[in-house]
């Protein structure tokens, strides 16, 4: 399948079947996925936790007000961004590109000072809103791949965000939880796999100038 | 290509070949893409502008400081936000689920209360920043429908947003602009290309727990 085809056959999914795994080749693609999709400069002001263990998604699940993806899927995606995003991680990246594509770090001057003004002149929460903006590119990656690939997929937002930041310890890591992809199969109990897409006709949605 | 290798074919292309345009198929192509990504509770709340029309663009240039994508590219698909989303824009959408999926709209009514709940709750900055988060989903779908076909694409945050607004009109259509994908083909004398992509190790972005 391609996206377009992978996107029709797609729904959100609420019941996986929860012996169906993905295998290792299907997790390592969704990552190779998310990790290959482009952010802001480049930054990837995220990290992405891949969820299995089952106590610590019955946890979840009950900060996400019961819903059964949670447990019964067959992995997590938790896309979580940076809380502080400063000239440290700014030289981290500046010196990952200069490794990668073999120059001395004096020639990212110029960049560095681009980066760490563009970054200093937001607010946190302005930084907070472009940092999630960017994993939610990542996330129209991971939605478009599994698609592709025929793994069903449900985007969420609806949890207590600070709830899973405890049940994580992201706070200590200097993260906070954005969004998530949960990926398996679907139940064939599932009706709302039954349901036609809701779209808005693309004469509505697009318009040509 | 699937997206995996479309993506690590693609790069940050700033200069087009302005003499290469996009097919109609691969336009519909694109649009479909957008248009089948999920976004929150179905709603779509934005609408993406694909701007051909040279003055404009030469225009719109000027407010994103002389980039060259914005003239060279094949089309700009440009994703703009509802500046408001109350009840009226529920019930549009209400109507299409139920017209769509042949059920009577009655049967929408606690939907309806949570929906307009859930909408009502935002501040109009919360409101916005969560619509824009959409589009960004939906910039992510373009980006990987794009890598998937070899269509080069620059997504773009870095433009004058006021600029933008007024040169299209878009405060009189209740919309604003969020982010830019910039599609075509690349031009061989585009440098960026030949660039190795920097992504962090695989072991740094994503954790398995």
Redesign the interface.
Known sequence: M???EG??WRY?TKRFDSNKKLTKDQLE?L????????S?F?L?PY???????PE?RAKLQEAAWGQPQLTEASQIFLFANFTQYGPDKVEQ?LK??AE??NYPLENSAGYRDLLNGTISSLTPEQLS?WN???A??????L???AA?QQIDIC?M?GFDKAKFDEI?GLKEQGLTSV?IGAVGSRSPEDKNQF??????P?SE?????
Chains 1, 2 share one sequence.
């Open positions: 391609n996206i377009v996107l029709k959100a693609y990552k190779d996925a998310v990790n290959y999709i482009p802001s480049g990837q990290k992405v936790f891949v969820i299995e263990n610590i990246f990952l590109g990668i594509n809103n999630a903006k960017q939610y590119i990542a996330l129209g990656a939605v478009s791949a592709e985007p937002e994580l969004c349901l036609k897409k809701v779209r808005k693309k949605l697009f318009e040509t100038i």
